[in-house]
């Protein structure tokens, strides 16, 4: 991506105060033409606030960011030209209907009336909203409404479109469908920002993720790069017939690619690096040492691995 694109994005410390309060802490970061980056970050992280910043909504405290070479402080009308944005928390018209606002929109975006129409009908109908487009907006669930909100930008169809969110609301096959759409959108050519807390929709959807914690970025990369990045990156668990006696977890313990040990009454969870190697030489061990071992489980190491190891707190909470 960046061999053949160069950068739509580039933010040159770019911060956000709210008063004294500091949401956006001199970010510098590129983001390739036609990639799909993924802005992920817990509540409160500064997500938003960098989007409204990039698509003009706000104004940075300091520093700036280029779209696509254009300066968001000088010329914030040719930027608004080339970015779309499906807002976190959409604000309709509460008197429209979906089809209205989205005809609308098309009309804005350059679509003749009769090319209008049919876009329409076809987002609409490819967002499952074709039924409910004659609801008044104050009808609408509130996945419906985020859908509205999703579908604008798949009738601008801009060169940097920008999703805060887009799914937080949607069912699971609504998910899916947004999912497959966001690559369509990137396969045909516009660069994709999407920011969201989802490990898992970071991880399937993004061609790079930049993790970001109090308003800066911790960590970034491909998803497979960030989780290599781990030490003791393969995470094997062992369930054994009865809990492990000390002298095998100190056995375990001293295998040069163990990074951690932690029992749980009869699972023993480790780790480590090379679980390929480690992993036979374990297990026979333990059968030595009269245990039966009931499973094995082997793991990638998630996002949230990640994220814990460049921030020390968990994305996600421990079941
Ligand atoms: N209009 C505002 N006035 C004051 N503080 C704000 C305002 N908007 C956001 N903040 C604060 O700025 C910080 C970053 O908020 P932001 O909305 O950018 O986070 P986020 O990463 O998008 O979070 P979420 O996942 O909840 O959407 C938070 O601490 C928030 O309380
Ligand atoms: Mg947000």
């Not at 970010?27 to 992280?45: H, M, Q, S, V």
């Not at 492990?244 to 480790?270: H, K, Y």
Request: hydrophobic share 40%; aromatic share 8%.
């Amino acid at each position: 991506m960046s061999i053949n694109g160069g950068v739509a994005v580039k933010l040159v410390n770019l911060t956000k105060y709210y008063g004294k309060f500091l949401a956006v802490d001199h970010l510098n970061l590129e983001i390739y033409d036609r990639e799909i980056f993924g802005f992920l970050g817990p509540n409160g992280a500064g997500k938003s606030t960098t989007l409204l910043m990039i698509t003009t909504v706000l104004r940075p405290s300091e520093g700036t960011a280029y779209v696509y070479g254009v300066d968001i402080r000088k010329d914030p009308d040719r930027v608004r030209q080339m970015v779309g944005i499906a807002f976190q928390d959409p604000k309709l018209y509460w008197v429209h209907t979906p089809y209205e606002i989205l005809y609308w929109h098309a009309r804005v975006c350059g679509y003749s009336s009769s090319e209008a129409r049919q876009v329409v009908k076809e987002v609409l109908t490819r967002f499952d909203m074709w039924e409910a487009r004659r609801k008044r907006a104050f009808e609408l669930s509130g996945g419906m409404r985020k859908r509205v909100e999703i579908a604008k930008v798949f009738i601008q169809r801009p060169r940097l479109a920008i999703f805060d969110e887009p799914t937080a609301q949607i069912d699971v096959s609504g998910k899916h469908m947004i999912w497959e759409m966001i690559k369509e959108l990137r396969d045909e050519g516009s660069t994709i920002i999407l920011a969201t807390n989802e490990l898992y929709e970071a991880d399937v959807l993004s061609d790079r993720v930049g993790i970001i914690y109090k308003g800066r970025i911790a960590a970034l990369g491909t998803p497979q790069e960030l989780k290599d990045t781990i030490p003791g990156g393969d995470v094997l668990e062992i369930d054994l017939d009865r809990p492990p006696s000390d002298e095998v977890v100190r056995r375990i313990e001293a295998e040069p690619e163990i990074v951690e040990v932690r029992r749980m009454n009869q699972r023993i969870r480790m780790y480590l690096n090379r679980v390929e190697e480690v992993l036979p030489r374990i297990l026979a061990m333990l059968m030595e040492s009269g245990y039966r071992v009931k499973r094995v489980d082997m793991r990638e190491p998630t996002l949230d691995d990640v994220f814990l190891h460049y921030t020390g707190v968990k994305l996600v909470k421990e079941e």
